[in-house]
């Protein structure tokens, strides 16, 4: 059974344990997941499905928030109003058949406006960012257009929380207008209790269909990283990543 997960601090020299029982959030699920919560300094970390959360999965629309960074520093995009012009090709997600701003294609997880930029960016400069980014590898050829959708580009749950970590840290190599830039669009949630900052992705034409949702949350109890991704096969299932997600926090008493 993945029931987790043991907290420990140190107090005074005593062990003080808080049980956050995340099977009851998996429990009713009609998919496979998992979920990692990590504070800062890593001292404290809650994990459901361990051997999912090592698992290297498709990272989708995740990596619209490193994208985001390298198209702000390439100059092809200079803030959240910066406008992708829709050439008039009609989509199955009727949102995105219109012109869209940076803000707009991140939040409702634009595909086309992103193979936009990858366009501009090109193989041998994704090749140089992913390697200084350490955001897993590439092969020396892949498909410009969907590298992050097909499973060329994987991350593990563990993975994305370190990288979530940095970037947080602004330990990546990016200007801080892409910092900026990125924190503005990336705020899922604004409320008197927290803030969150996320995003999610779905890779469906892959050997293992998965649905994420990563990010951070700033609360009262400090801040905290998630990756929560499923084994999601159908749109019907995608509001599951966000809701078994806060419902996780919220069992930690993060929120």
Not at 40 to 48: A, I
Not at 115 to 139: C, D, F, H, R, W
Not at 160 to 170: A, E, M, S, V
Request: some cysteine; aromatic content about 12%.
């Amino acid at each position: 059974m993945n029931k987790l997960v043991i907290f420990i601090c140190f107090i005074s020299m005593n062990v003080v344990s808080k049980e956050v029982d995340l099977e009851k959030v998996f429990s009713n699920s009609p998919v496979e997941g998992t979920i990692v919560i990590e504070n800062m300094d890593g001292s404290t970390s809650y994990v459901y499905n361990k051997t999912r959360a090592s698992t290297k999965l498709a990272v989708a629309s995740t990596f619209k928030i490193p994208n985001t960074l390298i198209a702000v520093d390439e100059n092809l995009v200079s803030g959240k109003s910066s406008i992708f012009e829709w050439d008039g090709t009609e989509h199955d997600t009727k949102e995105w058949n219109q012109d869209l701003t940076l803000a707009s294609a991140f939040q409702l997880s634009c595909v086309w406006c992103y193979q936009e930029i990858a366009q501009n960016v090109g193989i041998t400069k994704y090749k140089e960012y992913i390697s200084a980014m350490n955001y897993g590898t590439l092969p020396d050829n892949f498909d410009l257009q969907n590298f992050w959708l097909d499973g060329t580009l994987k991350l593990s749950a563990y993975e994305q929380i370190h990288f979530l970590k940095r970037l947080y840290q602004h330990e990546l190599p990016f200007s801080p207008k892409a910092f900026n830039v990125l924190k503005d669009i990336m705020l899922a949630e604004n409320t008197e209790k927290y803030s969150m900052f996320a995003k999610s992705g779905w890779a469906r034409r892959v050997e293992n269909p998965v649905g994420w949702y990563v990010g951070y949350i700033k609360s009262p109890t400090g801040t905290w990283f998630f990756a929560t991704n499923l084994a999601v096969k159908n749109a019907e299932q995608l509001y599951l990543r966000k809701q078994m997600t806060m419902n996780a926090l919220k069992s930690a008493g993060i929120i």
